[in-house]
C-alpha cells in the first residue's frame, strides 16, 4: 500500500493573544491539544508519518507538550522554518520580523517528503471524515506518475466553519461539474446574522456567499512531486516582492491556484460535513472545550486520546 505522510504546519504558533501559545493550550478533557486531535485522527485513517513544521526557537516546548508524546505512537520528522532559509542570491530584507508562509514552511521539509501528503494547520480541528477521505483518495486515486500535478483537498461547508465570536476570513471555492476546484476567491468578514449570510471582498464591499458553499481550509493532499514546484517558484516570488514590503509571503493556495490555472494541476474537492474549529478569538476557546467534550461524551473520541 502506498505510504502517506501527513505534514503540520506549526511554525507560525506563537502567543498572538497574550498568556503562552494558544495552539498548545490544552482543550480536550485530559489535556489534550487541538493537534492531538489531528493526529489521532489521521493515525486512524491510515497515515504512516508525521512531519512536523516548528521554529527552532520553540522545538524544546513543542517537544516536551507534544512531540515526545507523539514520538511514542507513530514515526515522527520535524522540519525548521527559518526566515533565512532562502535560495542562492537572496537574503532577507532589514526589519522583517516573520518567515515567508505555507509555501516556504512546505519547502523547509523538502528533505523530509518522500510520499503523498496532506498538509495541516497545527491549530484547527478538521473532523475525521477530512483526514479519511483525503488518505483514500491519495492511496486510491492520486497518479503521482502523470506529467501535471493530481491533487485533491477537504471541501468544508461554509456554514460549519464560522465562529460566533466574530467574522472570519475564508477561501470560497467554485467547483466545476466534475468536482474539481476551479477557483478560490478569498472572502472576508464572513458571518451570520439574523437575515442571512454577510461577506466582503477585498476591497470591502458586500459580495454575495451561500451557508453551503464549499470552502479551503488549508487541508491539502499532494503528490511528493509538488515539492519541486515550490522550489521552482520560491526564486520567483522572491524577485516580485516589492522593496519595504515586510510582509509578503509565499502561500501555498497561490501556487497550488497558479497550477490550476495554467494547467499544470487539477485540485479534486472531496467534501466534508464535519465542522471545523479553531481559536481564531480568544473567545473560542470555551466554545473548543465544549466542542471536544461533545464529542467524547458521543463516544467519537476516549476521554484521553493517547
Known sequence: MKKTSLVIMAAGIGSRFGGGIKQLAPVGPSGEIIMDYSIHDALEAGFDKIIFIIRKDLEKDFKEIIGNRIEKIAPVEYAYQEMDDLPEGFS????????????????????????????????????????????????????????TFDMCMAGFILSNTLS??????????????NGYLSKVTETYDVYKAEDGMHAADHDGNPVIVTEDQHVSMNMFGLPASFVKELEKGFPEFLSNVKEGDLKAEYLLPAVIDECIHSGKGTVRVLETKDKWFGVTYKEDKPAVVASIQKLVDAGVYPKKLF
Open 92 to 147: 532577507v530584507p532589514e526589519g522583517r520580523k516573520k518567515p515567508w508562509g505555507t509555501g516556504q514552511a512546505i519547502l523547509a521539509a523538502r528533505n523530509l517528503i518522500k510520499e503523498p501528503f496532506l498538509v495541516i494547520n497545527a491549530d484547527d480541528y478538521y473532523g475525521k471524515e477530512g483526514f479519511r477521505i483525503v488518505h483514500d483518495y491519495m492511496v486510491n486515486e492520486m497518479d503521482d506518475t502523470k506529467d
Open 164 to 177: 460566533e465570536n466574530g467574522p472570519v476570513t475564508r477561501g470560497v471555492c467554485t467547483v466545476d461539474n
